[in-house]
């Protein structure tokens, strides 16, 4: 019912900046319907994944991990029903396969950083920040 495909991933040095986007589509927006959180998950190799920054309907209430406050700023544009996530100072230890997953929470909730609340994921696009 829902398709989400990441873009934007790729190789890029300690310092600089990727932006990430996730176009969601499919006949669950046919009707369209107030809601919907969305967010983004990382998972490096060998580690569990995790939460990164999630983001509610409106856009007013955000939640990011400790580990990228400051340096991640999630957004979304509903009418084009795309999410973005733009990365700068980027570290090493950001190297991962990038997720982005809807949770179809109606109203305009706190986004939850529990993966197992998202409905839908996308496939992954893959960030590496060398040294």
């Known amino acids: 019912q829902v398709q989400l495909v990441e873009s934007g991933g790729g190789l890029v040095q300690a310092g600089g900046s990727l932006r990430l986007s996730c176009a969601a589509s499919?006949?669950?927006?046919?009707?369209?319907?107030?809601?919907?959180?969305m967010g983004w998950f990382r998972q490096a190799p060998g580690k569990e994944r995790e939460f990164v920054a999630g983001?509610?309907?409106?856009?007013?209430?955000?939640v990011y991990a400790d580990s990228v406050k400051g340096r991640f700023t999630i957004s979304r544009d509903n009418a084009k029903k795309m999410v973005y996530l733009q990365m700068n100072s980027l570290k090493p230890e950001d190297t991962a396969v990038y997720y982005c997953?809807?949770?179809?929470?109606?109203?305009?909730?706190?986004?939850?950083?529990?993966?197992?609340?998202?409905?839908?994921w996308g496939q992954g696009t893959q960030v590496t920040v060398s040294l």
């Open positions: 997953a809807l949770d179809w929470s109606l109203g305009d909730v706190v986004p939850t950083t529990q993966g197992g609340a998202y409905d839908y």
């Open positions: 499919g006949r669950a927006f046919g009707n369209f319907v107030m809601g919907f959180v």
């Open positions: 983001i509610s309907w409106s856009g007013s209430r955000i």
